[in-house]
């Protein structure tokens, strides 16, 4: 089998047109169309229900979607062990949250490579359930994620241990232009357009959850844009385009610096522990969690 095929079977995914999937793979529609085929001939059953004017992928490849993104990850990573074999080097896996790789990871890097200097990190970043997903599946070898008071804390067996890294908050902040209708007394217009998170994804149900103002689309009177992407909902909070939640640790310069105007006297702030979890049968990964969480 063509790898290639995966990476083509999941750009379609996304676009659920044969055209834009073969443009993003720089290819004609008619090649692109081949290489379907040659995948629908190597899995011996039709993935796609090909019609006049459209075509409808079958309900089997839409389920199985995340498996086929973990059988590329994995066989990416493969790839990349055997290519930078070197056995001087431990190599720890981590599924973390998009959040902290930004804001948490970078710390957390530093202090592990003045103990184990030979140390190399692989991160998978993704959304909190992807993330927890990866772990459970053994993809990752440790798990970095936020923990909210609000929701029920990871329910895992006897084989996964668990450590506190530090503490985080998110904050209601405001940018732009946006920043002169904030009040003396940190309090805005409810009308004010603000940047969300869905129901679903994890910060969503920790601002639903606290009934929090500007935090989700039922929260919100004027919601301008939905995003589970917090780096790219700071960019936007930095533009103006709406009020936002987000972690402490992604703004708190921009607040020092006037960039940003934090609303947190006003609406509040909402605690996030910041987690780590080690598969126990790794002895690297169970030292490496010691060690960020000792006293």
């Known amino acids: 089998m063509d790898m290639r095929w995966l990476d083509d079977v999941l750009i379609l995914l996304e676009e ?24 629908e001939h190597w899995l011996g059953v039709t993935i796609l229900d090909r ?12 389920h199985n ?29 981590i599924a973390a949250q998009h959040t902290p ?26 959304n909190h359930a992807d993330c927890l997903a990866m772990f459970i599946r053994g993809d990752t070898r440790m798990l970095l994620c936020y923990e909210a008071s609000q929701i029920n804390a990871l329910q895992f067996g006897p084989g996964i241990e668990r450590g506190i890294w530090g503490h985080d908050y998110l904050v209601p902040v405001v940018g732009g232009t946006l920043r ?28 639903k959850k606290a009934g929090r103002p500007f935090g989700t689309s ?5 919601p301008f844009c939905q995003t589970a992407f917090s780096s790219g909902m700071k960019e936007m909070v930095l533009s103006g385009l709406g009020v936002g939640w987000l972690p402490y640790s992604m703004v ?18 909402e605690h996030l522990n910041i987690v780590i979890y ?18």
């Open 16 to 39: 659920r047109n044969m055209s834009r999937a073969a443009d993003r793979r720089n290819i004609t529609q008619p090649a692109f169309s081949r290489r379907i085929r040659s995948f």
């Open 218 to 222: 039922d929260l919100s009177a004027n």
């Open 278 to 295: 080690a598969q126990q049968h790794d002895d690297m990964a169970i030292n490496l969690l010691r060690f960020w969480t000792e006293k």
């Open 180 to 207: 002169y209708s904030v009040k003396d007394n940190r309090d805005i217009s409810e009308e004010t357009p603000s940047i969300i998170y869905p129901d679903t994804s994890y910060f969503g149900q920790v601002l």
């Open 65 to 93: 979607e995340n498996e086929i993104r973990s059988l590329v990850a994995r066989l990416t990573e493969l790839k990349f062990k055997i290519a930078h074999h070197n056995p001087s080097a431990t190599i720890i896996t």
């Open 51 to 62: 019609k006049t004017n459209s075509i409808e992928l079958s309900a089997a490849l839409i």
């Open 101 to 126: 790789v930004f804001s948490t990871f970078p710390d957390m890097a530093l202090r592990a490579m003045s103990r184990y200097p030979k140390m190399r990190f692989r991160m998978r970043a993704g």
């Open 252 to 269: 708190h310069k921009e607040i020092e610096n006037g960039d940003l105007i934090s609303l947190s006297n006003h609406f509040g702030q």
